[in-house]
């Protein structure tokens, strides 16, 4: 039995990871739109000083956001643990650096705390991906008692 196998014989077991990789990347979609459409705003939650930004930033990060929630999305319809625990694993690093600059800059609690929270939840995810990219390696217990593979 192939790795696919394994996970698509109970769908039901990874289908938290699923739902909870599409939902981080709809939240960095949303974010990646807020700076596009209302980059003040957007500037604010996030944490940074009013002010002082060229637009053109917004958009950059608009854009970066946009994509890369696209890519979670992707990945976790694919059922892509391996590559979903790296994309949280370097998320949870991202979300430690803005949590970072936000107290070194404004301090605004709320912000940090957002912050903070996102990089916990995208290092959780990141483990959960990889022990659930693991397991679908290793081989199942009807495996071994077939015998060694017939070339």
């Known amino acids: 039995m192939s790795p696919d196998d394994r996970l698509t014989e109970r ?3 990874h289908r938290h990871l699923i739902w909870l990789g599409v939902f981080a990347g709809l939240v960095l979609v949303v974010i ?3 700076f596009l459409i ?3 705003a957007a500037q604010h939650m996030f944490g940074l000083a009013k002010g002082g930004l060229a637009y053109e930033l917004h958009a950059v990060v608009g854009l970066r956001d946009l994509w890369l929630g696209l890519i979670a999305i992707i990945l976790a319809s694919l059922k892509e643990w391996r590559a979903m625990a790296v994309w949280f694993g370097l998320g949870a690093v991202v979300c430690a650096a803005d949590s970072a600059v936000v107290a070194a800059t404004t301090g605004k609690l709320r912000a940090i705390a957002f ?6 939840f995208c290092g959780w995810l990141a483990l959960a991906c990889w022990r659930t990219h693991r ?3 290793l081989p199942s217990d009807s495996d071994a008692t077939k015998g060694p593979p017939v070339v």
Do not use: L
């Not at 912050?115 to 916990?120: C, L, M, N, P």
């Open 11 to 13: 769908p039901a077991k």
């Open 32 to 34: 990646g739109g807020r």
């Open 38 to 40: 209302d980059p003040r």
């Open 115 to 120: 912050h903070i929270g996102s990089g916990v």
């Open 135 to 137: 397991r679908a390696a």
